[in-house]
């Protein structure tokens, strides 16, 4: 029997442990994903300019939930022009661990899209149901940034689901223009880059702009920023600064889990409310989040509304119920965890402030839940 450890990671998604031990083969025989181990994963790598790899163990439940999709996007995307390779390594096969650790393997699955016969590696973190995975991966092996026209291709990669980032220029040469592409080509795995010549194909902002300039896209607080410093660390930081929400939504809403995932892998310490956003009376609590958030804006608290709905997985994990929502935690930078259940909404902000002082204290004990 497979004895699998799998753990809330991020809550947004769930991997298996590389604990685990694995016990049953996979003997399904597929026909379009390329099997590799460690005697041919160089080898093959090193023939394609774009090949995607999945580590996998063969008990892992979310491993086997992904292979039929992975194997269907791997059938309709040899169709595609160039086709798309897709390949999987049974990571939990000893023979093939020093490959798994080499590529950064600390869960199953793990995905890279591997460029320029192995020697770039993303992460590729797209959907994982076979048109999602589809359409992820064509934009994956094209241009970084795709450039922007007409007002109709703007619609197609503006939406108010995802962070869209657009560049302005003058002309498609020069110092910023250049650095504008590097970086798309560095962060293209994590949002959609466009460029442009004319600033009024763009759904919102000023349109009479001429650039270099980066205008953002956002489906949260103020929709649009423009940015100017085209330095790279200047330009990453200020796109990973403003793709972060002021609060960020957990609910069931896959599109939201991206914003999730980036929440928990901040260093902040971690505020998260957890109320039933269905009931009257929520609105004042937001509101009152959403200040306090608002407050502590960049002073090292992240801030996260979870909907009761949504959230089983996290109440398990902290060991709250349902019945003392609404409820906060917050888990300081070293993991500390402060908990106050049956929250009204002028507790938030003393509450907060709490937190700040004994976290400064330091009076509080490693590892235990304390009830403020
Ligand atoms: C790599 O080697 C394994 C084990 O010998 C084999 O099953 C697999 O088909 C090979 N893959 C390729 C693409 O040659």
């Given at each position: 029997m497979a004895r699998s450890v799998c753990v809330w990671f991020a809550l947004a998604a769930i991997v298996c442990s590389l604990s685990a031990i694995s016990a049953e083969e996979s003997s399904e025989a597929k026909e379009f994903v390329l099997t590799l181990d460690h005697s041919n994963f160089t080898d093959t790598v090193s023939k394609h300019d774009f090949i995607v790899v999945e580590f996998y163990a063969p008990w892992c439940g979310h491993c086997k939930h992904l292979a039929p999709e992975y194997e269907k996007a791997a059938s309709i995307l040899s169709k595609h022009d160039p086709p798309i390779f897709l390949a999987k390594v049974d990571a939990d096969d000893e023979a093939n661990k020093d490959l798994a650790s080499q590529y950064d393997?600390?869960?199953?699955?793990t995905l890279q899209i591997l460029r320029n016969g192995g020697k770039n590696v993303q992460e590729y973190?797209?959907?994982?149901?076979a048109d999602g995975i589809v359409e992820y991966l064509k934009k994956q092996s094209g241009p970084a940034s795709v450039e922007i026209k007409l007002t109709e291709d703007a619609s197609n990669l503006i939406d108010d689901k995802k962070i869209v980032i657009v560049g302005v220029f003058?002309?498609?040469?020069g110092e910023e223009f250049e650095s504008y592409m590097a970086l798309a080509e560095k962060l293209r795995s994590d949002y959609d880059f466009g460029h442009t010549?004319?600033?009024?194909?763009?759904?919102?902002?000023?349109?009479?702009v001429v650039g270099p300039l980066v205008r953002l896209f956002k489906p949260?607080?103020?929709?649009v920023v423009d940015f100017k410093d085209f330095k790279p660390e200047a330009l990453e930081k200020f796109i990973e600064e403003s793709s972060i929400p002021l609060v960020t939504l957990f609910n069931?809403?896959?599109?939201?889990h991206p914003f999730v995932a980036k929440f928990y892998n901040s260093p902040n310490a971690k505020a998260m409310l957890f109320a039933d956003?269905?009931?009257?009376?929520f609105d004042s609590l937001q509101s009152k989040y959403r200040e306090v958030a608002e407050q502590y804006k960049g002073k090292g608290i992240s801030f996260l509304l979870g909907d009761v709905e949504a959230s089983q997985a996290a109440f398990q994990y902290f060991g709250v119920?349902?019945?003392?929502?609404p409820l906060i935690i917050i888990q300081s930078d070293d993991g500390k965890k402060y908990f106050k259940p049956?929250?009204?909404?002028?507790d938030i902000a003393p509450w907060v402030k709490d937190f700040k002082v004994m976290n400064l204290v330091m009076v509080i004990k490693h590892n235990e839940i304390y009830t403020l």
């Amino acid at each position: 029997m497979a004895r699998s450890v799998c753990v809330w990671f991020a809550l947004a998604a769930i991997v298996c442990s590389l604990s685990a031990i694995s016990a049953e083969e996979s003997s399904e025989a597929k026909e379009f994903v390329l099997t590799l181990d460690h005697s041919n994963f160089t080898d093959t790598v090193s023939k394609h300019d774009f090949i995607v790899v999945e580590f996998y163990a063969p008990w892992c439940g979310h491993c086997k939930h992904l292979a039929p999709e992975y194997e269907k996007a791997a059938s309709i995307l040899s169709k595609h022009d160039p086709p798309i390779f897709l390949a999987k390594v049974d990571a939990d096969d000893e023979a093939n661990k020093d490959l798994a650790s080499q590529y950064d393997v600390k869960g199953y699955p793990t995905l890279q899209i591997l460029r320029n016969g192995g020697k770039n590696v993303q992460e590729y973190k797209g959907p994982r149901e076979a048109d999602g995975i589809v359409e992820y991966l064509k934009k994956q092996s094209g241009p970084a940034s795709v450039e922007i026209k007409l007002t109709e291709d703007a619609s197609n990669l503006i939406d108010d689901k995802k962070i869209v980032i657009v560049g302005v220029f003058p002309k498609f040469s020069g110092e910023e223009f250049e650095s504008y592409m590097a970086l798309a080509e560095k962060l293209r795995s994590d949002y959609d880059f466009g460029h442009t010549l004319d600033a009024k194909h763009l759904p919102r902002g000023e349109s009479s702009v001429v650039g270099p300039l980066v205008r953002l896209f956002k489906p949260f607080d103020e929709l649009v920023v423009d940015f100017k410093d085209f330095k790279p660390e200047a330009l990453e930081k200020f796109i990973e600064e403003s793709s972060i929400p002021l609060v960020t939504l957990f609910n069931k809403d896959p599109s939201n889990h991206p914003f999730v995932a980036k929440f928990y892998n901040s260093p902040n310490a971690k505020a998260m409310l957890f109320a039933d956003l269905s009931t009257e009376g929520f609105d004042s609590l937001q509101s009152k989040y959403r200040e306090v958030a608002e407050q502590y804006k960049g002073k090292g608290i992240s801030f996260l509304l979870g909907d009761v709905e949504a959230s089983q997985a996290a109440f398990q994990y902290f060991g709250v119920e349902e019945s003392q929502v609404p409820l906060i935690i917050i888990q300081s930078d070293d993991g500390k965890k402060y908990f106050k259940p049956n929250l009204k909404a002028d507790d938030i902000a003393p509450w907060v402030k709490d937190f700040k002082v004994m976290n400064l204290v330091m009076v509080i004990k490693h590892n235990e839940i304390y009830t403020l």
